[in-house]
T-cell receptor, first 111, second 112 residues
Framework: GENVEQHPSTLSVQEGDSAVIKCTYS??????FPWYKQELGKGPQLIID?????GEKKDQRIAVTLNKTAKHFSLHITETQPEDSAVYFC??????????FGAGTRLTVKP | DVKVTQSSRYLVKRTGEKVFLECVQD?????MFWYRQDPGLGLRLIYF???????EKGDIPEGYSVSREKKERFSLILESASTNQTSMYLC???????????FGSGTRLTVV
């Protein structure tokens, strides 16, 4: 089955700096790669996703890149703000009921 | 606003008790999932259901069972709770043809 690895487990940046979180996956059949943000006391919320026919997707300050050959994808957050502080999860799926998640990255943005 | 609602935010149960965690979604989604979340391990799939009365084992089904009698409701059952089942439990759902999940807020279960 699919195995998703996520790095780093913790990340601390100064407000205004960029943050990058990286994930690798093992199943070449995976074609959907979402990112979830989990704030304290809440469930994960989908913030951006990318499908395998696209190499990059951007939504305001967040972007995701995908390298299918290397089986890795990354989340980029620019101009970080304190409200970006949360736990971020990457995931991979082949479109069925097989979504597998990374272990999570705790991002802290220092004011 | 679409919702996945988990009935309890915090739950404390004794070892050996039978525990029911309830999840309801109002989006008419076919698929529903139960995950447990532990530090450093991320989200691990316990069970999922793709239709009423249908269920499939996930990666860690041991010690758990599920019930889906109605489309909107998916229950996770701990037949005899043990301390190693202390965790955050997350319910999620999605519709056919849509890959993204909507999660509930989670139930933090402590077994003492």
């Amino acid at each position: 089955g699919e195995n998703v690895e996520q790095h780093p487990s913790t990340l601390s940046v100064q407000e205004g700096d960029s943050a990058v979180i990286k994930c690798t996956y093992s199943d070449s059949a995976s074609n959907y790669f979402p990112w979830y943000k989990q704030e304290l006391g809440k469930g994960p919320q989908l913030i951006i996703d990318i499908r395998s026919n696209v190499g990059e997707k951007k939504d305001q300050r967040i972007a995701v890149t995908l390298n299918k050959t290397a089986k890795h994808f990354s989340l980029h957050i620019t101009e970080t703000q304190p409200e970006d502080s949360a736990v971020y999860f990457c995931a991979a799926s082949s479109g069925g009921n097989d979504m597998r998640f990374g272990a999570g990255t705790r991002l802290t943005v220092k004011p | 606003d679409v919702k996945v609602t988990q009935s309890s935010r915090y739950l404390v149960k004794r070892t050996g008790e039978k525990v029911f965690l309830e999840c309801v979604q109002d989006m008419d989604h076919e698929n529903m999932f139960w995950y447990r979340q532990d530090p450093g391990l991320g989200l691990r799939l316990i069970y999922f259901s793709y239709d009423v009365k249908m269920k499939e084992k996930g990666d860690i089904p041991e010690g758990y069972s599920v019930s889906r009698e109605k489309k909107e409701r998916f229950s996770l059952i701990l037949e005899s709770a043990s301390t190693n089942q202390t965790s955050m439990y997350l319910c999620a759902s999605n519709g056919q043809g849509y890959y993204g999940y909507t999660f509930g807020s989670g139930t933090r279960l402590t077994v003492v």
